[in-house]
């Protein structure tokens, strides 16, 4: 089978399309035959090792441990192992791979069933590729982190990227009065995912304003202390974390020391479980109120593409990568 392999770090030099030997699966794994992957914030810190810090979590010191990336996929059931039970074969999927070794940048990869659940009815492969990690990490940022209430303000900081677009609909879900921020040429479209109000950043600076927020969800970085002035009296901030060291140093340590003298409280991090409400979302899309948004698809070919792309940081959306 074709898969991208990843055995240095870099960007687009070091991933090479390879013949690679079709996985076989286990007792309680199913074979899934990917038809789509997209490009996540996780992955891009697996194929460049940047910043430094994602080698010392285990990812591989000089060379990447993780041969074949690809968290996010969507496809459909080929195999099943003796023991699985909740699929078979001909069942449309998507999940997050993280958990189970990534591999979703080839033609067919062997996974757990946890890893998964059955692909929304009325979306693409494509479409469906680009939900679980972005829409995850949105959902359960707003809701355990965020501990989000109807009638709460909400601001999205980054409302047009691939958590963003997921964050404003959630919120909105939720019964949150949603402020987006985004660019000039993402207004409207951050207004058509339901956005009450939008803020142009590059013309106003929302933490100089007067308006305060209940809620901040941050998936675009600016100073955690620009942030605060921001927030109401009992506000929560929500970083979703980022591929820099300035994001985890605030993160990490600027946060946690904000928060100890109480009222307003800014959490920092990234703690996504993964794959939890998959079926929950599934529903979400399936009745209309969650949309994916897809700015960019490429072949597996051109994985390297999709990853300079994606690493410019000016996405609308989610990058797809189509792998059938």
Not at 31 to 53: D, I
Not at 229 to 236: N, T
Request: glycine share 10%; proline share 4%; charged share 25%.
């Amino acid at each position: 089978m074709k898969a991208i392999v990843c055995t240095r770090y870099g960007l687009t030099d070091n991933l090479e399309l390879k013949e690679v030997e079709k996985p076989v699966p286990r007792d309680d794994e199913v074979l899934v035959e990917v038809h789509a992957s997209s490009v996540t914030v996780h992955n891009l810190g697996l194929v460049t090792g940047k910043p430094f810090f994602v080698r010392l979590m285990g990812n591989g010191f000089l060379r990447p441990k993780i041969k074949i990336p690809g968290s996010d996929m969507a496809g459909r059931v080929e195999a099943t192992g003796r023991s699985a039970k909740h699929f078979k074969p001909g069942d449309e999927v998507f999940g997050d791979l993280t958990p189970c070794g990534f591999g979703a940048f080839a033609e067919y990869v062997s996974v757990t069933e946890n890893a998964l659940a059955l692909k929304p009815a009325n979306i693409s492969f494509e479409e469906a590729a680009a939900v679980p990690q972005a829409a995850l990490v949105a959902l359960q940022g707003l809701r355990e982190k965020g501990q989000i209430k109807a009638g709460q303000k909400v601001l999205i900081n980054g409302a047009s990227g691939g958590v963003g677009t997921f964050a404003v609909q959630i919120a909105k879900y939720l019964g949150a009065e949603v402020t987006g921020v985004c660019s000039t040429r993402n207004l409207d479209m951050v207004r058509s995912l339901g956005a009450d109000h939008v803020i142009d950043y590059t013309k106003e600076d929302f933490t100089r304003s007067a308006q305060r927020y209940d809620l901040i969800f941050a998936t675009a970085f600016r100073s955690i202390l620009d942030c605060r002035r921001a927030l109401g009296p009992q506000g929560i901030y929500v970083s979703t974390g980022g591929p820099s060291m300035a994001r985890i140093f605030q993160d990490m340590l600027i946060g946690p020391l904000i928060s100890r003298n109480g009222g307003k409280r800014l959490v920092g991090g990234w703690v996504v479980t993964p794959n939890k409400d998959l079926a929950f979302l599934k529903e979400l899309i399936e009745v209309g109120k969650v949309k994916p948004v897809i700015d960019r698809r490429y072949l597996l070919g051109e994985a390297a593409e999709a990853f300079r792309y994606f690493a410019e940081g000016h996405a609308r959306g989610k990058v797809v990568v189509t792998v059938r």
